[in-house]
Each structure stands twice: as C-alpha cells, then as structure tokens.
C-alpha cells in the first residue's frame, strides 16, 4: 500500500506483549498485564467450535487495542496450539476459520501491527483466562421491549452508561471492560455525562456513586433501580426525578436471558418491583 511508503525497513524489538484466551462463556485479553479487555460471547457464538472462539479471541483483542498498538510489534501468547499454528502460517482449511484470519490481516495491515505468536500452557496464561471464565452476577439486560417504551417515554437516549457489547441498548455504550465497540471505558471516569440523555441500568452497588455523579453533574438521565424506598440513594434519585414509573420482574429480561437468569434476578430480591426514574437536565 502506498502509505508504507517510507516505511522503516528494520523493525524495533518487541514493543508490546499480548496475552489472549477465550471459553464458552466469554474471551479475554491483557495487554502488557495491566490493560485488560473482555466481553461475553452471544447466544450463537457459543455454539462455535472452541479454537474458532480462540481466533475471535484474538480479533477481538487486536480490534480493541488496535491504537496503542500501531505500528508496533507484538508478542501475542495464546494457549490454543491451532491459533497459534494458524497465526504463523496464515492459513487454515476452515472456511470459518479462515474468514475471522483475513479480517484480522486486514486489520493488521491497515493499523501496521505485526504479531509475533508464541503458544503459553493456560496454567500459566492467568490474566486472559480469568478475564475468560469471569461470570458478573450484575451482568443482565432490560427487555427491549421495556427499553422502546422508556425511549419513546422519555428519550431519545444518545449512551447506555452500564452496558456492554452483548447488552447495550444503544449502539454509543460505556462498559466495565475495554471493548471492541465501547465509546469508553468506566461510566464514571467520563466528563461529558451532561453533554447526553443518559440510560442508566447500573450494578446496585453503584446507585450510590450514580445518585452522587447525577446531582454534581444536573444531567439528564433515566434510571433503572431496585424499588428500595429506604435506601438513601433511592430517596436522592427520587428527590431529583421529574418523573418515574414502576414494574415488576415479570417480563424484565430479554427473551435470549430467559435461561441464563443473572443471580442478581434469581436471588432473594427477585420478586421486588423496580423503579424508572427521569431526570431531566438542569438549565
């Protein structure tokens, strides 16, 4: 391509390490051991043969750090002996596999990443694969159902604060993992929550910081929490709201959820109702 034109003809040494895992639950991936990346794996994705979910592993993890990692060269650790056959030779008999291999050359050719793979036993392979085998209780995802009606009701929302590629309801979301399609990582190290109409479905044990953030912040913002009229967080967002409404547990998850209910859903809470609550931006 005519963009390396120019192009350093010797290499630097190696510049960045890469540690990559995948299970049927999810994949995982370290960079340099301090930087860590994950998501859940859909419904179909799971029936995928193991080593075709490793390669996506791989992809994933790429497309992730893809811009602190251009232009460099990568040790990439991957503890599926097959990926890592595949990743020196660049081939496969595969059709599947040999599709998710060209989008990642792509992708390293368009970035200038070389990968330099090396196979690692999983004992030893620890940051990736218990990003990998990670289940989050708090991990669920409103009906869409419920969600088209709280959008026409009090959106249109432009970010999905707590959400995650598999659950995000709009196609802008912060997730608690670096992600491939997130716009940002940690909902609450962000600054421009009044620049938005934010759809807030968070983790219950942080209500507390979201009530907080809302108040310091005036932004807009809708609110999916337990029903807890106790609870001082509840008593803030209830202060702040302009509107809300109520519902109870009955048809809340999403239809592909149904039989993998989040432990948060199938605990002793799970027959409490939950409140919406609307809060419009302060002028």
């Known amino acids: 391509p005519s963009r390396f034109n120019g192009r350093d003809i010797w290499r630097s040494p190696h510049t960045a390490v890469l540690h990559c895992d995948a299970s049927k639950l999810a994949w995982g991936a370290a960079l340099d051991l301090h930087l860590e990346a994950r998501g859940i794996w859909t419904s179909t994705e799971r029936k995928e043969h193991i080593t075709l979910l490793e390669l996506r592993a791989v992809l994933n993890a790429c497309q992730t750090f893809r811009h602190r ?3 460099r060269l990568v040790r990439l650790w991957d503890d599926n002996q097959a990926v890592v056959h595949m990743l020196r030779t660049w081939t496969s008999r595969s059709p599947e596999l040999m599709s998710v291999l060209r989008h990642l050359w792509l992708l390293l050719d368009k970035y200038n990443i070389t990968l330099d793979t090396r196979y690692i036993p999983t004992t030893e392979n620890v940051v990736a694969d218990r990003l990998s085998r990670l289940r989050d209780v708090s991990d669920w995802r409103l009906h869409p159902a419920l ?9 249109p929302h432009t970010i999905d604060r707590f959400a995650a590629h598999h659950n995000a309801h709009l196609p802008r979301f912060n997730s608690l993992f670096a992600d491939p399609s997130a716009s940002a990582v940690d909902a609450f190290a962000q ?6 109409n934010n759809f807030c479905n968070p983790p219950w ?8 953030l809302l108040r310091e912040t005036g932004a807009a913002a809708t609110v999916v929490a337990p029903c807890w009229p106790a609870q001082p967080w509840f008593q803030q967002l209830q202060e702040m709201a302009t509107d809300s409404c109520q519902f109870d547990p009955s048809g809340l998850l999403c239809p592909e959820q149904l039989d993998r209910k989040s432990t948060r859903l199938n605990s002793s809470h799970a027959n409490i109702s939950y409140a919406v609550f609307c809060l419009k931006k302060k002028k």
């Open 69 to 71: 990692l251009r232009g």
């Open 205 to 212: 044990e942080d209500l507390p910081r979201l009530a907080q």
């Open 147 to 155: 969600f088209r009606f709280l959008e026409r009701r009090w959106g």
């Open 191 to 196: 600054t421009d929550w009044a620049q938005h």
